[in-house]
């Protein structure tokens, strides 16, 4: 079955380091997504990406915050100068579009800021 | 606001032992309400989509159903692999989805 892979599975950065998360959706996928979690917190919805641009962004995806599909097959998430209330799971989404929402998760990054 | 609610919070039961998990939502115009089961330090794995009320779908021991502000995930006979955090969550108008807090399932043998 189809996978969404996420690397790495967990990093640890100095604050107000850059870091990169790394996804490969599912081929066939046209809608990508980040969304994370803080231990204990919901998921939550952090920007859509659909036809090489951003569909959608939440008010936690502010300035420090970019994603890219460079490549047609992998899809970063970049923090700029990570701060320690970045740290959480950050899990990246795909679906094929249109009326499916059906979405595939990748297993996540835990992404420690210290 | 659009709010997803999941109740309760924790629920732990005897292996064996039937229980029901509840999500209300209050999302004008839904598009699709999903149930994810969560493991511990992994994404949200898919277990059901539902669209409209009325519409129940099964798969082993859990059933889901739907009605116009409330999902319900009923789990018969849970064995302890059955163990995780069970997430419901809708898709907005736009398609992202808004997640409730989970309801995280224990079954003892």
């Known amino acids: 079955e189809p996978e969404v892979t996420q690397t790495p599975s967990h990093q640890v950065t100095q604050m107000g380091q850059e870091v990169i998360l790394r996804c490969v959706p599912i081929?066939?996928?046209?809608?990508f997504y980040w969304y994370r979690q803080i231990l204990g917190q919901k998921v939550e919805f952090l920007v859509s990406?659909?036809?090489?641009?951003?569909?959608?962004k939440s008010e936690i995806f502010d300035d420090q915050f970019s994603v890219e599909r460079p490549d047609g097959s992998n899809f970063t998430l970049k923090i700029r100068s990570t701060k320690l209330e970045d740290s959480a799971m950050y899990f990246c989404?795909?679906?094929?579009?249109?009326?499916?929402?059906?979405?595939?998760f990748g297993s996540g990054t835990r992404l420690t800021v210290v | 606001e659009d709010q997803v609610t999941q109740s309760p919070e924790a629920l732990r039961l005897q292996e064996g032992e039937s229980s029901s998990l509840n999500c209300s939502y209050t999302?004008?115009?839904?598009?699709?309400l999903f149930w994810y089961r969560q493991d511990p330090g992994k994404g949200p794995e898919f277990l059901f989509t539902?669209?409209?009320a009325g519409e129940e779908k099964e798969k082993e021991r859990l059933k889901a159903t739907l009605t116009k502000k409330e999902s319900f995930l009923h789990i018969t006979a849970p064995k302890p692999e059955d163990s995780a955090t069970y997430l419901c969550?809708?898709?907005?108008?736009?398609?992202?989805?808004?997640f409730g807090q989970g309801t995280t399932l224990q079954v003892k043998p």
């Open positions: 969550a809708v898709v907005w108008n736009t398609g992202k989805l808004i």
């Open positions: 539902l669209y409209s």
């Open positions: 989404a795909s679906r094929t579009g249109g009326s499916n929402y059906g979405y595939t």
């Open positions: 081929s066939n996928h046209l809608y």
């Open positions: 999302v004008s115009g839904l598009r699709g």
């Open positions: 990406f659909y036809n090489n641009e951003i569909s959608e």
